[in-house]
């Protein structure tokens, strides 16, 4: 548990914050949305005294139309986000997450990406100005914190920099109508075959074309109180359905889609049907910040070469034996391949085919290492069919498996989960540490160390 918690109102009142958990000999915990998966921003694995600094009262949102731009502050939620630039205008819209409580500051610090990041690429690529406040109480901005903190920033993780207050942020174009669609296909209905040619097709569809797919298991239809695995195909395409009809005739004509299975939506309500909400909802649900959600565990990869239909056959043997929450398949390509792998510190561009998220859900404490268990053992279990040396993770998809900060020589040991995070990137993200936080006084169990 924390000793204290801060609920500044203003930037002076994260000053004074920094100030006394320096004198006092705090560790400081910075939380936005408290997403975490490992809960880094609100507990310490690693019981030592620690204060929290919840930016939750700061989280003011300003648009300016005629720069197409906006600042935000970090303890808003991509909701209220999205919300805001709905009020200001339907042809404008961001690409970030698509859960809508998730916190700005935790989010674009480590990346970011949603529905339209194969045409946009993610929130931190389109971040164009912020402001922390450093180890030294120093309010800074891009110019002031120089570029290479700015890149840190990008990507890197913001916990381990600083106190990231707000992000100018660039807006992006979208269609005043786009259109969308779901297909779900279950084993008896050829979902194996289907998903293999999606792990090709997917990530060079053209980047206004967001088609990712989700694998969960199902009852059987063909089984009395059997089971099965069903995958589901949810498309986003930022365009028309007249478009969009012979685009995907000829790439999934298996899917046998028809002009009445495309809903054309504005793209607001494209991001109430990926929050989980009906399009017909108020726009306000997106100002929700609470979320109740079951304990559970992540794991995340990237795969760069097709997983063999055997491959795909024994990953659904597993999903049988526990039947989790459904696993997210995130295509990439588009722009994403058009960005250096070290433009930013989010280091998964050109060569990845897709993401994969595996979750696993648990009750209870009691229950949790048994669930536990079982997502490291299939995380084993496609191990030879994703990205190798280093095994890619992506920060925002947090996993304390992958190792943690455990004394000197600092660096050199937090390689084992640096290089999966950032790969060629962990190099000069310890270089930028060691300049702006040699103390190193932000820490956390997966804080970059000073080199
Ligand atoms: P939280 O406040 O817990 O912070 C996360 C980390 O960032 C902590 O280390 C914290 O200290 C640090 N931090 C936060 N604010 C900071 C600040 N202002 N300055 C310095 N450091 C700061 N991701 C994605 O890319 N696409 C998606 O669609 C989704 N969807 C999704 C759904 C759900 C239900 C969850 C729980 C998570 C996701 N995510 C996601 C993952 C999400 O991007 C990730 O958990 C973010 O870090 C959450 O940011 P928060 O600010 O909410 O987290």
């Given at each position: 548990k924390p000793n204290l918690i801060v609920t500044p109102h203003s930037l002076f009142h994260i000053q004074v914050a920094l100030f006394c958990s320096k004198k006092s000999g705090l560790q400081v915990r910075v939380r936005s949305g408290g997403h975490d998966y490992e809960g880094l921003s609100y507990v310490s694995h690693s019981h030592i005294p620690f204060l929290i600094i919840d930016l939750f009262n700061l989280r003011s949102i300003t648009i300016n139309m005629d720069e197409e731009s906006a600042w935000v502050q970090s303890g808003a939620t991509v909701g209220e986000l999205y919300y805001a630039i709905a009020k200001k205008s339907k042809v404008h819209g961001f690409p970030a997450g698509s859960c809508s409580t998730i916190g700005v500051g935790g989010h674009f610090s480590g990346g970011g990406f949603g529905t339209i990041f194969r045409k946009y690429g993610l929130a931190s690529d389109n971040v164009i100005d912020a402001q922390i406040i450093d180890v030294n109480g120093m309010i800074l901005n891009r110019t002031l914190m120089g570029e290479d903190l700015f890149w840190a920033i990008r990507g890197g993780g913001g916990s381990s920099f600083g106190v990231i207050t707000a992000w100018k942020i660039k807006l992006v174009p979208v269609p005043s109508k786009v259109t969308t669609f779901d297909v779900s296909r279950t084993l008896d209905q050829g979902a194996t075959t289907l998903f293999h040619k999606w792990q090709t097709i997917a990530p060079k569809l053209p980047p206004e074309l967001f088609l990712h797919s989700l694998v969960g298991v199902t009852n059987s239809a063909?089984?009395?109180?059997g089971k099965t695995v069903v995958v589901s195909f949810s498309g986003l395409y930022l365009g028309t359905p007249e478009n969009l009809l012979p685009l995907m005739q000829n790439s999934f004509a298996e899917f046998g889609l028809r002009r009445d299975n495309l809903t054309e939506m504005t793209w607001i309500q494209s991001v109430l049907h990926y929050a989980g909400?009906?399009?017909?909802?108020?726009?306000?649900?997106?100002?929700?910040?609470n979320q109740t959600s079951p304990s559970f565990k992540a794991k995340s990869d990237y795969v760069k070469e097709p997983i063999p239909l055997h491959g795909l056959e024994g990953l659904w043997k597993m999903l049988l034996l526990e039947n989790p929450p459904p696993f997210i398949f995130t295509p990439y390509g588009g722009i994403m391949s058009e960005?250096?792998?070290?433009?930013?510190?989010?280091?998964?561009?050109?060569?990845?085919l897709y993401g994969i998220q595996y979750m696993v859900n648990f009750a209870s404490n009691e229950d949790a290492p048994k669930h536990i268990d079982w997502i490291r053992r299939l995380y084993a279990y496609m191990t030879p069919y994703v990205s190798k040396f280093p095994r890619q993770a992506y920060l925002n998809y947090r996993d304390l498996d992958l190792g943690v900060n455990q004394g000197k020589p600092w660096y050199e040991k937090a390689k084992s989960w640096g290089l999966k995070y950032f790969n060629c990137n962990f190099e000069r993200l310890a270089l930028v540490k060691a300049r702006v936080d040699p103390g190193n006084f932000f820490r956390d169990e997966q804080s970059i160390p000073p080199l």
């Amino acid at each position: 548990k924390p000793n204290l918690i801060v609920t500044p109102h203003s930037l002076f009142h994260i000053q004074v914050a920094l100030f006394c958990s320096k004198k006092s000999g705090l560790q400081v915990r910075v939380r936005s949305g408290g997403h975490d998966y490992e809960g880094l921003s609100y507990v310490s694995h690693s019981h030592i005294p620690f204060l929290i600094i919840d930016l939750f009262n700061l989280r003011s949102i300003t648009i300016n139309m005629d720069e197409e731009s906006a600042w935000v502050q970090s303890g808003a939620t991509v909701g209220e986000l999205y919300y805001a630039i709905a009020k200001k205008s339907k042809v404008h819209g961001f690409p970030a997450g698509s859960c809508s409580t998730i916190g700005v500051g935790g989010h674009f610090s480590g990346g970011g990406f949603g529905t339209i990041f194969r045409k946009y690429g993610l929130a931190s690529d389109n971040v164009i100005d912020a402001q922390i406040i450093d180890v030294n109480g120093m309010i800074l901005n891009r110019t002031l914190m120089g570029e290479d903190l700015f890149w840190a920033i990008r990507g890197g993780g913001g916990s381990s920099f600083g106190v990231i207050t707000a992000w100018k942020i660039k807006l992006v174009p979208v269609p005043s109508k786009v259109t969308t669609f779901d297909v779900s296909r279950t084993l008896d209905q050829g979902a194996t075959t289907l998903f293999h040619k999606w792990q090709t097709i997917a990530p060079k569809l053209p980047p206004e074309l967001f088609l990712h797919s989700l694998v969960g298991v199902t009852n059987s239809a063909s089984q009395e109180g059997g089971k099965t695995v069903v995958v589901s195909f949810s498309g986003l395409y930022l365009g028309t359905p007249e478009n969009l009809l012979p685009l995907m005739q000829n790439s999934f004509a298996e899917f046998g889609l028809r002009r009445d299975n495309l809903t054309e939506m504005t793209w607001i309500q494209s991001v109430l049907h990926y929050a989980g909400y009906s399009i017909d909802e108020s726009l306000e649900v997106l100002l929700r910040r609470n979320q109740t959600s079951p304990s559970f565990k992540a794991k995340s990869d990237y795969v760069k070469e097709p997983i063999p239909l055997h491959g795909l056959e024994g990953l659904w043997k597993m999903l049988l034996l526990e039947n989790p929450p459904p696993f997210i398949f995130t295509p990439y390509g588009g722009i994403m391949s058009e960005i250096s792998e070290s433009e930013t510190p989010f280091p998964h561009r050109k060569g990845n085919l897709y993401g994969i998220q595996y979750m696993v859900n648990f009750a209870s404490n009691e229950d949790a290492p048994k669930h536990i268990d079982w997502i490291r053992r299939l995380y084993a279990y496609m191990t030879p069919y994703v990205s190798k040396f280093p095994r890619q993770a992506y920060l925002n998809y947090r996993d304390l498996d992958l190792g943690v900060n455990q004394g000197k020589p600092w660096y050199e040991k937090a390689k084992s989960w640096g290089l999966k995070y950032f790969n060629c990137n962990f190099e000069r993200l310890a270089l930028v540490k060691a300049r702006v936080d040699p103390g190193n006084f932000f820490r956390d169990e997966q804080s970059i160390p000073p080199l």
